[in-house]
T-cell receptor
Framework: SQTIHQWPATLVQPVGSPLSLECTVE??????LYWYRQAAGRGLQLLFYSIGIGQISSEVPQNLSASRPQDRQFILSSKKLLLSDSGFYLC??????????????FGQGTRLTVV | AQSVTQLDSHVSVSEGTPVLLRCNYSSSYSPSLFWYVQHPNKGLQLLLKYTSAATLVKGINGFEAEFKKSETSFHLTKPSAHMSDAAEYFCVVSDTQAGTALIFGKGTTLSVSS
């Protein structure tokens, strides 16, 4: 069966420090991978998605970047965190079928607090 | 472009009474629609999905939703609420034609009182 791992679960970082959140998927190959951010009362905002190694699409221009160095690894990064980067970050994967709507499966999330 | 509107930010019900969470969507093509549930500080769990098969979709934990194209709606219902149903619920659309990522509504918080 497929599983998704996301870490760390919680993180407190000072303003201006770097960020690296990691997500890995097991039990499937060539998945679509996603990073979402959730702020209170605002639902989930899609930040990045990837349909393959090295292929990253950014949905929202901002202080963050994403990379996919391996087929089942997705990393969210920042060189200098801002207070506004605080939130709940969720990694997700879906089967790579471009023309068929398919559900996504989510990790347990990372609660990031920038102080 | 596709979008989702959840009509209520907060719904309160008593245990044992029906639940109705409302969702309207906009999509250029035949959409796939989903409902997810999220308990506090947890990831999201898929409740049910519609992908152009039967318009009445049954999901886990007794939830179901009906796809109504004429009303562009996909409301979530449950005949009898349970305390464990208290959570946040998201209506989601995926544009099958473009194969884009899932687009989430802003969520509805369901409170269940005894």
């Amino acid at each position: 069966s497929q599983t998704i791992h996301q870490w760390p679960a919680t993180l407190v970082q000072p303003v201006g420090s770097p960020l690296s959140l990691e997500c890995t998927v097991e039990g499937t190959s060539n998945p679509n991978l996603y990073w979402y951010r959730q702020a209170a009362g605002r639902g989930l905002q899609l930040l990045f998605y990837s349909i393959g190694i090295g292929q990253i699409s950014s949905e929202v221009p901002q202080n963050l970047s994403a990379s996919r160095p391996q087929d089942r690894q997705f990393i969210l990064s920042s060189k200098k965190l801002l207070l506004s980067d605080s939130g709940f970050y969720l990694c997700a994967w879906s089967v790579n079928r471009v023309y068929v709507g398919t559900e996504a499966f989510f990790g347990q999330g990372t609660r990031l607090t920038v102080v | 472009a596709q979008s989702v509107t959840q009509l209520d930010s907060h719904v309160s019900v008593s245990e044992g009474t029906p639940v109705l969470l409302r969702c309207n969507y906009s999509s250029s093509y035949s959409p796939s629609l989903f409902w997810y549930v999220q308990h506090p500080n947890k990831g999201l769990q898929l409740l049910l999905k519609y992908t152009s098969a039967a318009t009445l979709v049954k999901g886990i934990n007794g939830f179901e939703a009906e796809f109504k194209k004429s009303e562009t709606s996909f409301h979530l219902t449950k005949p009898s609420a349970h305390m464990s149903d208290a959570a946040e619920y998201f209506c989601v659309v995926s544009d099958t034609q473009a194969g884009t990522a899932l687009i989430f509504g802003k969520g509805t918080t369901l409170s269940v009182s005894s």
